[in-house]
């Protein structure tokens, strides 16, 4: 459930200066703005004077709320800083304060404020997802929108979880995990079938009515009633036996025993948690760590750590409120949330996730008993990521000083952009820049780049370097000149997988820009490509070689090494898709639906090729307009 809110901002009041004259910040600025505020609940930003985002927070009553602001004394250090750096204020009206709450979770993961605690995720939950959308449903893995028909299960902390526990359940209930495309093709059972993992519903080995009753057991097993489908099937093994069928005895015995291995190697199981999200947090040197475990069914579905970007003022409490709220902001919440700290927004917290889960939910402190001793295991793992993560950082930074030293930045990089392509004697060329920092890789900031263009020469490497940093930088300084928000920070330092021609074509492109700020730089392989005897490149400079158990060295490989991955999976799967392709794809208006349904009528695409109008016009989903328009698309083409 999505809360609903006025979009309706106040105006900020005029700012009479002269042209050229430093914006007024401060307190001053935020009591003109009181004055404005909206009397109930609602979200108030706090622009600086570029009209960046400083701060996005709730409030019951806006008004108030500013106004406390504007008396601009009180305050800690960090909100003072913050009441300085105020230039502007902008206001979006709510019904409730919960719905408040959910717009500023939105709000602050979309925009990334700087006196926020910002959650720092890249990448989505997988879930189970028992697809509806075909009569004989599937089970697979799923992640991004939950748009596609069926029943999700989740989330899991990895995709490997996920692997293996859809393969433990394929044992256990047999239920298809084939796209619907090959089980359409199929005229035989597949290997799962041999193998005990399907029960191959596309041959008819299978009646519906019996898959339909393998699908009920699973769903009732992933909605936590194990026991009751461990009893069904013990009884049915039993009945099998006492009747001598002892092969479809055996059946059922080994369906028991794939249960049993899922429940056997979950690490920990407590009795009295079964729909649970268990969240810990640790602070130490300025950092704080939040450890998540999942439970579902009551079965743990994995944990993982998040190390949010806070203020080093704030408390373990604040910071640990600030991140459930956006944590669970593209999520569903659970039943069950226990907690390792109280905090001041809890029963809030819970309203509002009550409001948009659409169902119950309890925000716990437990003090005692097994929640407790689990909260305590949590945060257990808490501290010891944190103590890992603090000792990796402490050397990481190291290097990264080390670095800029060598290459005489002005300090040490905190974005660092690397850029690489690749493609096979000139074909399906595709550009690729990986992103990394002291931090580590960020790869939500990956990008991709299709090379396209008539001037490219088929293999011309310094062309599509051209082409690539170009469309890199170009974007980046429209955006700019738009004011637009800026996804794409401007890096620090870009390397360039190559060798001098590499890097002259890079400094040209950024010099044609005007960014000649940028320090720029080539990793060439040694002679034989030998790893350790790289040499750098930089403009007007001699190579520079470093001994080959630099630690700098080290980094810089790895670096690369990242680029040239992520550079051949997007070749790859390019390649993929262009041997995959079918004339169909080209056809305006025919998207996977109709394509599945005319594959499926004619066998291929090139007998839709030859099919009349009459005939197409028989397919399911296609109207006598669209028929034209598949037979005048090949008719065209002769």
């Not at 959308?133 to 999700?152: E, S, T, V």
């Not at 902001?329 to 226990?338: F, G, S, T």
């Not at 950082?393 to 850029?419: C, D, G, K, N, W």
Request: glycine share 8%.
């Amino acid at each position: 459930m999505t809360p609903a809110h006025s979009e309706s901002e106040t105006e900020k009041p005029p700012l009479e200066r002269e042209p050229g004259d430093t914006p007024e910040t401060g307190a001053s600025v935020i009591a003109r703005h009181a004055k404005l505020a909206p009397p109930g609940p609602g979200v108030y930003r706090m622009l600086d004077q570029d009209g960046q985002v400083l701060y996005v927070g709730k409030a019951r009553h806006l008004r108030k709320r500013v106004q406390s602001y504007a008396r601009g004394t009180g305050h800690n250090n960090r909100i003072a800083r913050m009441i300085a750096d105020t230039a502007a204020m902008e206001f979006v009206t709510t019904k409730t304060e919960m719905e408040a709450l959910l717009l500023e979770a939105n709000l602050i993961k979309r925009l990334k404020p700087r006196y926020n605690v910002v959650l720092r995720d890249d990448k989505s939950f997988p879930f189970i997802l028992i697809a509806r959308d075909h009569p004989m449903p599937q089970i697979l893995k799923h992640r991004g929108a939950r748009n596609r028909k069926g029943d999700y299960f989740g989330p899991f902390a990895s995709a490997g979880a996920v692997g293996r526990t859809i393969n433990t359940l394929q044992r256990a209930f047999l239920l298809r995990s084939c796209s619907d495309g090959y089980y359409e093709a199929r005229t035989r059972p597949c290997l799962l079938y041999q193998i005990k993992r399907c029960s191959a519903p596309c041959t008819g080995e299978i009646s519906a009515e019996d898959y339909g009753a393998l699908l009920d057991e699973a769903l009732s097993f992933l909605r936590g009633e194990s026991d009751e489908v461990k009893h069904r099937l013990r009884a049915l093994m039993e009945e099998a036996s006492e009747s001598q069928d002892y092969e479809r005895a055996a059946g059922f015995r080994d369906r028991l025993t794939a249960l049993s291995h899922i429940q056997s190697h979950q690490g920990i199981n407590p009795h009295t948690v079964k729909d649970a999200d268990v969240f810990a947090a640790y602070q130490q040197a300025g950092q704080t760590c939040v450890q998540v475990f999942f439970f579902r069914a009551g079965n743990n579905w994995g944990n993982r750590a998040y190390f949010p970007r806070a203020d080093k003022a704030l408390t373990v409490e604040e910071v640990l409120e600030a991140f459930i709220a956006q944590f669970y902001d593209d999520k569903p919440a659970p039943r069950h949330i226990l907690l390792s700290h109280e905090i001041a927004g809890q029963s809030l917290l819970a309203d509002a996730l009550e409001l948009k889960a659409g169902h119950k939910v309890e925000v716990l402190t437990p003090q005692r008993g097994e929640k407790r001793e689990l909260v305590e295991h949590v945060r257990t793992n808490a501290q010891e990521a944190l103590g890992r993560r603090l000792a990796e950082h402490a050397s990481q930074r190291a290097i990264y000083t080390r670095l800029a030293e060598l290459l005489e930045l002005e300090e040490m990089p905190e974005r660092i952009e690397v850029y690489d392509n690749s493609h096979i004697s000139g074909t399906n060329p595709v550009g690729a820049m990986i992103v990394a920092g002291p931090d580590g890789f960020q790869k939500a900031q990956y990008r991709k780049f299709n090379m396209k263009g008539e001037d490219l020469t088929p293999g011309d490497d310094y062309g599509m370097m051209r082409q690539m940093l170009t469309r890199r930088f170009s974007r980046l300084l429209k955006e700019r000149e738009n004011d637009e928000e800026d996804n794409w920070s401007m890096p620090d330092l870009v390397l360039i997988d190559g060798g001098p021609g590499q890097l002259s074509a890079a400094h040209d492109v950024l010099e044609e820009l005007g960014l000649t700020d940028i320090s720029l730089a080539a990793v060439a392989k040694g002679p034989d490509r030998n790893a350790g005897r790289e040499r750098i490149y930089r403009k007007g400079k001699d190579p520079l070689m470093l001994e080959p158990r630099d630690p700098v060295l080290y980094c810089i490989q790895t670096l690369r090494d990242e680029a040239h991955r992520f550079a051949i999976g997007a070749h790859r799967t390019r390649r993929k898709k262009g041997l995959t392709a079918s004339p169909l794809d080209e056809v305006p208006g025919i998207g996977p639906t109709r394509k599945r349904a005319l594959l499926r009528h004619f066998g291929s695409a090139k007998a839709v090729s030859r099919a009349g109008i009459t005939d197409l016009e028989s397919v399911g989903g296609i109207s006598a307009q669209m028929a034209k328009t598949i037979y005048d698309f090949f008719h065209e083409r002769g």
